[in-house]
């Protein structure tokens, strides 16, 4: 049963635009998440976000930026892509901290940078 | 180096039999989860473990926070269990999830 949703599935594009994906979960909680997994699948956390706090993983360039207008919503937006951008994007939500309740996944967003 | 070390990191079962994943973390653990991330991406939450046990049909995971690791078992593996599990450890400390390096499993018919 999906309750993250991710649009687009895919996404193509060139180096140096700008590109935006979405997020949105259904199940109530109060904490979002962007991943990143690479091509090699390993899974690093971007941000978390709640209504009170943003926390963002201090590798992230400043390319990267989440935008968010409820709690439902996370949306994530790479102001000018660079090849190493390509990987899978993960959305996540949890009700509280992720490190003391289940994580949701959505589809995930793939990314390729031409 | 890598804090949370799956192994093996690829396994192929025949159907029907069963097998055992292993999660190992060199950081202090309160919590484990373990997903299945199916061949077209999306990753499925199959346990949120305290220190303990939990057992979902076929599947059974274990939690020991003291020695540092945790366990899957997929007993009367079928094709549908083919795919990547990842097993992620959570620290109610610093509240961080950090992901394994997963087991990439082929259930042969």
């Known amino acids: 049963e999906t309750a993250v949703f991710q649009t687009p599935n895919y996404h193509v594009t060139q180096v140096g635009n700008e590109v935006s994906f979405n997020c949105k979960q259904t199940?109530?909680?109060?904490?979002m998440y962007w991943y990143k997994q690479d091509s090699k699948k390993l899974l690093k956390i971007m941000f978390s976000y709640n209504n009170k706090q943003l926390i963002v993983n201090e590798t992230v360039p400043r390319r990267f930026s989440p935008q968010s207008s409820d709690k439902a919503h996370l949306n994530l937006r790479i102001k000018s892509v660079e090849p190493e951008d390509s990987a899978v994007y993960l959305c996540?939500?949890?009700?509280?901290?992720?490190?003391?309740?289940?994580?949701?996944f959505g589809a995930g967003t793939r990314l390729s940078v031409l | 180096g890598d804090k949370v070390k799956q192994s093996p990191s690829a396994l192929s079962l025949q159907e029907g039999t069963n097998s055992a994943l292993r999660c190992n973390f060199s950081i202090a653990a309160t919590t484990v989860q373990w997903f299945l991330q199916n061949p077209r991406g999306s990753l499925m939450n199959l346990f949120y473990l305290v220190p303990g046990t939990k057992e979902n049909g076929r599947l059974k995971s274990a939690f020991d926070s003291k020695e540092s690791y945790s366990t899957l078992h997929i007993r009367d593996a079928q094709l549908e269990d083919s795919g990547t599990y990842f097993c992620?450890?959570?620290?109610?400390?610093?509240?961080?999830?950090?992901f394994g390096t997963g087991t990439r499993l082929q259930v042969l018919p």
């Open positions: 996540a939500s949890s009700q509280g901290g992720g490190a003391t309740n289940t994580l949701y």
């Open positions: 199940l109530g909680h109060d904490t």
């Open positions: 992620a450890a959570g620290s109610s400390n610093t509240n961080k999830v950090v």
